[in-house]
């Protein structure tokens, strides 16, 4: 393929250093700094208040269940916490901000010098990359505009709409240090780790990261060096939503910036666009003439400063981290480093797991999510999660095969049904008619019938080519649609024609 | 006694005395709201105190405080009593403009925690009070509304940012005000209108519902006539707020108790160096120098102190307040609030915000958004901010270190008596240099009083003591100043105020 090969040639001249911000919502109950609902959704501007909606005289207060949430992301993340840290206001003008500055932290961040471990399955096999963690801090989220005629854009727009029920949603923001040495890897780290970051969040409950509705929103940085030379200049890549998204930016942006440089032409700090349809970035606005926030200490807010008992008795509640887990899966599955990653890639592993954990045995529990259902994400170009299917309904249809009720064949039917949204195990069964004919009469009249229809078969058998049988076993399935059992016909066939096998 | 007469004679009564009368049914919160209403109708049209009036709400609701009481509930020792509210404060339903044009219309949808305790303990609103716009100013000649004149002389200031508070109270329309304290602006008006105000411990007064001048800076508190009207306002209002953050989650000091109880035997005071003497008007001295001599004579010890870094407040405070003015005035952009300007569908959301800060905003405003916000940017903030907060430090320290030395400190709260009108629009240093001696209690975060000291010799003005305590300390204010006043009383046969003339 030409782009492989086109980024090999990159590889081979340039060091990529890749760098992340991510935003993600909290899943607090309420928002960051009022006791508005913090729900996704609902009517524009029924989840506001003085505060959220920035009235003159209102005032933030901090939502103890977010700084709590953001220490325990902290503390999984390796992070040190700051003992006394305060809140900065970032100042500037624009419609979806209530306040015309937003409230966040700058120099004083909660959480800092953190890293997380990502797995990536390179030519030499699983390699694990270590991200370093600058800092994880708190901010709240701005209103969101819709913009009326034009493009959607602000720019040509006849009017605008605000819907303030997103302002002071609690988010919080995870800085990388600069990552280098992932070379050609580059891009598949990026989404590992994003990947890992969403995976921290949700075993931590501190977000159920939506990724569809925007709940996690990445800014990428890219930058290419020559050997011995000194970093380059990076480029930010705004608002980049899904994880396929950050592998596909990182990529086309190290393609971009390496004909630049060859063209012998200097790369500018500025933000870019990511575009999904294309998958590649386009130029925003120029960092060099960048806003100054003219951040200061929040004087409407009390510095936060967590004691070292609290600290401690968050790190008590710390779950299991996700690559302890893998390794702890893989070792009772019996399954390789690889087939563990692969099933990571795949999204396969929570699911497994639940699966399992309903009573279904391991080995079915992962064929099933590897096989027919990875296929139809696949085809459908969406996530293993969003499937129709439930860890409850393989545990109904394990059953029903245990039972000699279903066949493994009738099964992959019975999940044909419920993945196009025909409805439960039992309602696909019943609509389509599924189940295993064990009927003895039933079949020997099938039996009868197809031995009439191929008289000469008959004799081949009585005379010993018992391989002919399954001529009559086929037409047998064939007329009960395949919910026959193959092999009771085919007992039954000899038992009526009075051979032993 | 007709009406007129109980009328003239209820406007002229302490808080105290109006509260103890209502709750004994001797006179009705509707006689005595109707009584300050119709004084308000008589004089305001030369004093212009007040921004709006609702007198048929202020009525409807002293009915209501009149069938409690009636019923048998008291709410407050200040059930019944009228008040006027600073414009700065957010009341639901009612206009609160901050003094501003770009606020012209908003109606506030809540009220500040402040109005809601005032409420619950029966007091009853009559309107609100002129002020410099935003706050900014100490002569209420910046309101986008026109000057509040002073009662004492129509042609002079009555001190601002409050000016509409302290005027309403010295020319009788209401017998308490609440008044907000940024750098001086409950004090100085005060001072220059013979009345009483008070700047409580930062976070001793709730803000939540206080249109934000400076976070770090902004006190409510109240405003009156005499030492104890003052000190049961205060009660009222005090306490710890969760909707306020920086609100002290501790007991409010008993300043009632403090008041009743007024004596300074054995106790040190301590006065500022640095606060007397050179740009003190003559008649402010010797009227504060009176006031040492009687309170040496009722026993306490009267010893100077030195605070070395007072002679920086003034610039660090023009540095702090203006950045974080610049930030708490930004959301006035025309978006959800007040007027927009240029919205006409061919102008981008820039350029109407920008248009309508334009014609909303006054000079001052103007002037302190831009100096806040060039105090702010990268490159000079640690010269100016960052310099300016270390000056704070410095500045609290000297009062630690004073208060190590004495239970109270004490100077002139104005430097001069109250100004002509006009005199000083031209020159913001000078309109500056009237808040010189107040504005290290608001950098320091303590608390402070004025009360009236006497009119000085050559312009029969009023001067303003000041006594200031440390944080959380507010019951000394009171101590203190109620045995000086009743001194004052004693040699004067009354009030100062009782001798303004009439309107
Ligand atoms: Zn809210």
Redesign the pocket.
């Given at each position: 393929m030409t782009t492989t090969s086109a980024f090999d040639g990159v590889i081979e001249e340039f060091d990529p250093i890749i760098g992340l911000e991510t935003h993600i919502e909290l899943g607090t109950n309420s928002?960051m700094f009022?006791?508005?609902s913090a729900e996704f959704g609902g009517d524009p501007n029924t989840?506001?208040?003085?505060?959220?909606?920035g009235l003159p005289g209102s005032m933030p207060v901090v939502n103890r269940a977010a700084v709590e949430s953001t220490i325990r992301m902290g503390l999984a993340l390796n992070s040190s916490i700051a003992s006394w840290c305060r809140f900065a206001r970032k100042n500037y003008f624009y419609p979806d901000m209530p306040k015309d500055y937003q409230i966040s932290q700058y120099d004083e961040p909660l959480c800092f010098n953190g890293y997380l471990d990502v797995t990536v399955v390179t030519d030499d096999g699983p390699q694990i990359f270590r991200v370093e963690i600058e800092r994880v801090h708190m901010e709240e989220d701005t209103g969101k505009l819709t913009h009326g005629g034009g493009a959607g854009r602000i720019h040509g727009a006849t009017h605008s709409l605000v819907d303030f029920n997103r302002a002071?949603i609690p988010l919080i923001e995870v800085v990388t240090k600069p990552i280098t040495g992932t070379g050609r890897y580059a891009p598949e780290v990026a989404k590992a780790y994003v990947a890992e970051l969403r995976d921290l969040m949700r075993a931590l409950g501190v977000s159920d990261v939506r990724m569809e509705e925007g709940s996690l929103r990445c800014d990428v940085n890219v930058s290419l060096s020559r050997e011995g030379e000194p970093w380059g200049t990076r480029t930010e890549t705004k608002n980049v939503n899904s994880l396929r998204s950050v592998e596909r930016a990182v990529r086309s942006e190290m393609l971009r910036q390496a004909d630049q440089l060859r063209a012998g032409e200097r790369i500018i700090q500025e933000t870019r666009h990511f575009h999904e349809e294309t998958g590649d970035t386009t130029s925003g606005r120029s960092k060099e003439e960048a806003e100054d926030y003219r951040y200061f200490p929040e004087p409407d807010l009390v510095p936060v400063a967590p004691s070292a008992e609290w600290i401690d008795q968050l790190r008590t509640t710390l779950p299991e981290v996700p690559s302890v887990r893998r390794a702890r899966l893989r070792d009772s599955w019996g399954i390789s480093d690889f087939e563990m990653q692969s099933l990571v890639n795949a999204g396969a592993l929570d699911l497994i797991e639940a699966t399992i954990n309903a009573g279904v045995n391991e080995q079915a529990a992962r064929k099933w999510w590897t096989g027919e259902f990875s296929r139809t994400a696949k085809e459908r170009d969406c996530e293993l999660e969003d499937l129709s299917v439930t860890p409850a309904d393989i545990l109904e249809v394990e059953n029903l095969i245990a039972s000699g009720d279903l066949t493994d064949k009738i099964a992959r039917t019975v999940f044909e049904g419920v993945l196009a949204g025909e409805g439960s195990v039992t309602a696909v069964i019943d609509a389509r008619g599924l189940k295993v004919v064990s009927d003895d009469a039933a079949l020997l009249a099938a039996i009868e019938q197809a031995l009439a229809e191929q008289p000469d078969v008959a004799e081949k058998i009585k005379s010993g080519k018992i391989q002919a049988a399954g001529a009559i076993v086929g037409a047998v399935m064939k007329s009960t649609k395949g919910q026959a059992d193959a092999a009771k016909v085919r007992a039954l066939l000899f038992e009526q024609l009075g051979v032993t096998e | 006694m007709s009406d007129a007469s109980l009328n003239s004679d209820l406007v002229r009564q302490s808080a105290a005395t109006l509260a103890t009368a209502i709750a004994r049914g001797e006179v009705s919160s509707e006689q005595v709201t109707q009584a300050h209403l119709d004084r308000i109708t008589e004089v305001d049209g030369q004093v212009h105190a007040f921004l709006f009036v609702d007198p048929e709400a202020s009525l409807a609701r002293a009915r209501e405080v009149d069938a409690q009481i009636s019923s048998g509930v008291i709410a407050s020792p200040l059930a019944g009593v009228p008040i006027a509210l600073k414009d700065l404060l957010a009341t639901r339903g009612v206009p609160t403009t901050c003094g501003s044009k770009i606020l012209e219309g908003w109606i506030p949808p809540y009220n500040a925690t402040i109005v809601e305790r005032l409420e619950a303990a029966g007091v009853v609103s009559l309107g609100k009070t002129n002020m410099d716009e935003f706050a900014m100013g100490s002569s209420t000649e910046n309101s986008g509304y026109g000057p509040t004149h002073n009662p004492w002389d129509l042609e002079r200031i009555p001190g601002g940012s409050g000016g509409g508070s302290a005027a309403a109270i010295a020319s009788f329309e209401a017998p308490l005000a609440i008044g907000t304290d940024t750098g001086g602006s409950i004090r100085q008006p005060a001072a220059v209108t013979g009345t009483v105000g008070v700047k409580p411990t930062y976070g001793g007064v709730s803000r939540y519902g206080i249109v934000a001048l400076a976070s770090s800076l902004d006190q409510a508190g109240p405003c009156a006539r005499s030492v104890m009207d003052t000190a049961l306002l205060h009660s009222v209002i005090a306490g710890h707020d969760p909707r306020d953050s920086t609100s002290i989650n501790a007991p409010v000091p008993d300043v009632i108790a403090a008041a009743k109880s007024g004596d300074v035997r054995g106790m040190k005071i301590g006065v500022i160096k640095q606060l007397q003497g050179e740009g003190f008007q003559s008649g402010v001295i010797s009227q504060f120098n009176a006031s040492l001599e009687i309170l040496a004579g009722l026993g306490a010890e009267i010893v100077e102190v030195s605070c070395d870094h007072f002679q920086y407040a003034l610039g660090a405070y023009y540095l702090i307040l203006p950045s974080e003015a610049s930030s708490n005035l930004a959301r006035f952009d025309g978006m959800r609030f007040g007027i927009r300007v240029g919205d006409d569908g061919q102008h981008s959301v820039e350029q109407v915000m920008s248009a309508t800060r334009e014609a909303g905003f006054g000079a001052e405003v103007k002037r302190r958004i831009m100096l806040g916000t060039y105090a702010l940017s990268s490159g000079y903030y640690d010269a100016y901010y960052g310099q300016a907060q270390k000056i704070r430090t410095l500045i609290t320290r000297d009062f630690e270190a004073a208060f190590a030395q004495v239970d109270v400190l004490v100077s002139p709260t104005a430097p001069t008596t109250a100004f002509k009108l006009g005199a000083k629009v031209d020159d913001p240093l000078a309109m500056y240099l009237n808040d010189i001696a107040t504005i290290p209690v608001n950098l320091a975060g303590n608390c402070a009083m004025s009360l009236p000291a006497g009119l000085a010799p050559e312009d029969g003005l009023p001067v303003g003591f000041q006594i200031i305590a440390p944080a959380m300390a507010d019951d000394r204010l009171y101590k203190v100043g109620s045995a000086l006043e009743a001194a004052l009383v004693d040699k004067w046969g009354g009030l100062l105020i009782d001798k303004v003339p009439s309107l």
């Amino acid at each position: 393929m030409t782009t492989t090969s086109a980024f090999d040639g990159v590889i081979e001249e340039f060091d990529p250093i890749i760098g992340l911000e991510t935003h993600i919502e909290l899943g607090t109950n309420s928002k960051m700094f009022c006791s508005c609902s913090a729900e996704f959704g609902g009517d524009p501007n029924t989840h506001v208040c003085p505060v959220c909606l920035g009235l003159p005289g209102s005032m933030p207060v901090v939502n103890r269940a977010a700084v709590e949430s953001t220490i325990r992301m902290g503390l999984a993340l390796n992070s040190s916490i700051a003992s006394w840290c305060r809140f900065a206001r970032k100042n500037y003008f624009y419609p979806d901000m209530p306040k015309d500055y937003q409230i966040s932290q700058y120099d004083e961040p909660l959480c800092f010098n953190g890293y997380l471990d990502v797995t990536v399955v390179t030519d030499d096999g699983p390699q694990i990359f270590r991200v370093e963690i600058e800092r994880v801090h708190m901010e709240e989220d701005t209103g969101k505009l819709t913009h009326g005629g034009g493009a959607g854009r602000i720019h040509g727009a006849t009017h605008s709409l605000v819907d303030f029920n997103r302002a002071g949603i609690p988010l919080i923001e995870v800085v990388t240090k600069p990552i280098t040495g992932t070379g050609r890897y580059a891009p598949e780290v990026a989404k590992a780790y994003v990947a890992e970051l969403r995976d921290l969040m949700r075993a931590l409950g501190v977000s159920d990261v939506r990724m569809e509705e925007g709940s996690l929103r990445c800014d990428v940085n890219v930058s290419l060096s020559r050997e011995g030379e000194p970093w380059g200049t990076r480029t930010e890549t705004k608002n980049v939503n899904s994880l396929r998204s950050v592998e596909r930016a990182v990529r086309s942006e190290m393609l971009r910036q390496a004909d630049q440089l060859r063209a012998g032409e200097r790369i500018i700090q500025e933000t870019r666009h990511f575009h999904e349809e294309t998958g590649d970035t386009t130029s925003g606005r120029s960092k060099e003439e960048a806003e100054d926030y003219r951040y200061f200490p929040e004087p409407d807010l009390v510095p936060v400063a967590p004691s070292a008992e609290w600290i401690d008795q968050l790190r008590t509640t710390l779950p299991e981290v996700p690559s302890v887990r893998r390794a702890r899966l893989r070792d009772s599955w019996g399954i390789s480093d690889f087939e563990m990653q692969s099933l990571v890639n795949a999204g396969a592993l929570d699911l497994i797991e639940a699966t399992i954990n309903a009573g279904v045995n391991e080995q079915a529990a992962r064929k099933w999510w590897t096989g027919e259902f990875s296929r139809t994400a696949k085809e459908r170009d969406c996530e293993l999660e969003d499937l129709s299917v439930t860890p409850a309904d393989i545990l109904e249809v394990e059953n029903l095969i245990a039972s000699g009720d279903l066949t493994d064949k009738i099964a992959r039917t019975v999940f044909e049904g419920v993945l196009a949204g025909e409805g439960s195990v039992t309602a696909v069964i019943d609509a389509r008619g599924l189940k295993v004919v064990s009927d003895d009469a039933a079949l020997l009249a099938a039996i009868e019938q197809a031995l009439a229809e191929q008289p000469d078969v008959a004799e081949k058998i009585k005379s010993g080519k018992i391989q002919a049988a399954g001529a009559i076993v086929g037409a047998v399935m064939k007329s009960t649609k395949g919910q026959a059992d193959a092999a009771k016909v085919r007992a039954l066939l000899f038992e009526q024609l009075g051979v032993t096998e | 006694m007709s009406d007129a007469s109980l009328n003239s004679d209820l406007v002229r009564q302490s808080a105290a005395t109006l509260a103890t009368a209502i709750a004994r049914g001797e006179v009705s919160s509707e006689q005595v709201t109707q009584a300050h209403l119709d004084r308000i109708t008589e004089v305001d049209g030369q004093v212009h105190a007040f921004l709006f009036v609702d007198p048929e709400a202020s009525l409807a609701r002293a009915r209501e405080v009149d069938a409690q009481i009636s019923s048998g509930v008291i709410a407050s020792p200040l059930a019944g009593v009228p008040i006027a509210l600073k414009d700065l404060l957010a009341t639901r339903g009612v206009p609160t403009t901050c003094g501003s044009k770009i606020l012209e219309g908003w109606i506030p949808p809540y009220n500040a925690t402040i109005v809601e305790r005032l409420e619950a303990a029966g007091v009853v609103s009559l309107g609100k009070t002129n002020m410099d716009e935003f706050a900014m100013g100490s002569s209420t000649e910046n309101s986008g509304y026109g000057p509040t004149h002073n009662p004492w002389d129509l042609e002079r200031i009555p001190g601002g940012s409050g000016g509409g508070s302290a005027a309403a109270i010295a020319s009788f329309e209401a017998p308490l005000a609440i008044g907000t304290d940024t750098g001086g602006s409950i004090r100085q008006p005060a001072a220059v209108t013979g009345t009483v105000g008070v700047k409580p411990t930062y976070g001793g007064v709730s803000r939540y519902g206080i249109v934000a001048l400076a976070s770090s800076l902004d006190q409510a508190g109240p405003c009156a006539r005499s030492v104890m009207d003052t000190a049961l306002l205060h009660s009222v209002i005090a306490g710890h707020d969760p909707r306020d953050s920086t609100s002290i989650n501790a007991p409010v000091p008993d300043v009632i108790a403090a008041a009743k109880s007024g004596d300074v035997r054995g106790m040190k005071i301590g006065v500022i160096k640095q606060l007397q003497g050179e740009g003190f008007q003559s008649g402010v001295i010797s009227q504060f120098n009176a006031s040492l001599e009687i309170l040496a004579g009722l026993g306490a010890e009267i010893v100077e102190v030195s605070c070395d870094h007072f002679q920086y407040a003034l610039g660090a405070y023009y540095l702090i307040l203006p950045s974080e003015a610049s930030s708490n005035l930004a959301r006035f952009d025309g978006m959800r609030f007040g007027i927009r300007v240029g919205d006409d569908g061919q102008h981008s959301v820039e350029q109407v915000m920008s248009a309508t800060r334009e014609a909303g905003f006054g000079a001052e405003v103007k002037r302190r958004i831009m100096l806040g916000t060039y105090a702010l940017s990268s490159g000079y903030y640690d010269a100016y901010y960052g310099q300016a907060q270390k000056i704070r430090t410095l500045i609290t320290r000297d009062f630690e270190a004073a208060f190590a030395q004495v239970d109270v400190l004490v100077s002139p709260t104005a430097p001069t008596t109250a100004f002509k009108l006009g005199a000083k629009v031209d020159d913001p240093l000078a309109m500056y240099l009237n808040d010189i001696a107040t504005i290290p209690v608001n950098l320091a975060g303590n608390c402070a009083m004025s009360l009236p000291a006497g009119l000085a010799p050559e312009d029969g003005l009023p001067v303003g003591f000041q006594i200031i305590a440390p944080a959380m300390a507010d019951d000394r204010l009171y101590k203190v100043g109620s045995a000086l006043e009743a001194a004052l009383v004693d040699k004067w046969g009354g009030l100062l105020i009782d001798k303004v003339p009439s309107l």
